[in-house]
């Protein structure tokens, strides 16, 4: 386990990333009834954005910087940029803090919600555990994210949320992802599902959507940014989401805000997005 989420924290997928799930939690909590989220792969919760790892690739930078030095954000990054601005309040506009996939979360949920993280690296879990250590609605396990969708689905409060984010190090994730999703589905139908994954070249993006499609679940929704044109398998020019069981909503607020991530955030004339249906209802 090399991977670490400190180097590339704020950076434009997480921007996407992090942006989209603030707007599924928040569509959650305008039900009066509670829910649980469940974050397989949860990384360290919140991120120093002036520490040597960070400061070392500068990828926040040309992420949330870019962002938040923007006069014209649409308003449906509102839930996200508020936690990002609550987090760092007093700078003046500077980022310090950078709020993980948990902390996001958390922010959105409300006191009778409850989240479920499971992180597998030793001192990752460690710093996740510290930061919710005074929170009885948090529950943080150091464990395999794909053994916490067996050990954690369905939650009892029958609904939620569960985001698959795993860092791609092993050659066989693509389709460890894919078996997540009908692992989940088998235990929870009814759930929100989100799973990322990256775009280097369209190859393996286009057996991952294969494989979710032969997996017979229903309601799946694409939604991808590209900063580059997808093209070279050494570099990552773009990254997607797949989600089943989408807030009806949701289409229409990401297509509120990919414009927007696509000029600010892209590099070269190849840089686009899209939100489509891979399969309906
Ligand atoms: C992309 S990062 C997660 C970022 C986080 N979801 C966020 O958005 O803030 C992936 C994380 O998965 C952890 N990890 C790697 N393999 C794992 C596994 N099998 N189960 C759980 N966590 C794992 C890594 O240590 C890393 O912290």
Sequence with gaps: MNYRHIYHAGNFADVFKHATLALIVRHLTLKDKSFCVLDTHAGVGAYDLGSEQALKTGEFRD????????????????????????LNPGTGGALRRYPGSPLLARALMRPCDRLVLAELHPEDAESLAALFRHDRRVSVQRMDGYAAVKAF?????????????PPFEERDEAQRLADALKAVHRRFATGITMLWYPIKDRAPVAAFHDALEASGIRSLLIAELLIRAD???GRLNGCGLALVNAPWTLPGALAGFLPFLCRTLGRDP?????VDRLVGE
């Design 63 to 86: 992420g949330i910087g870019r962002v938040l030095a923007s006069p014209e954000c649409p308003p449906s990054l509102s839930p996200y940029l508020d936690v990002v601005r609550d």
């Design 231 to 233: 093209d070279d398998p």
């Design 153 to 165: 689905l369905p939650p009892p409060e029958r609904r939620g949320l569960i985001l698959v984010d």
């Design 270 to 274: 190849g840089a686009r997005w899209r």
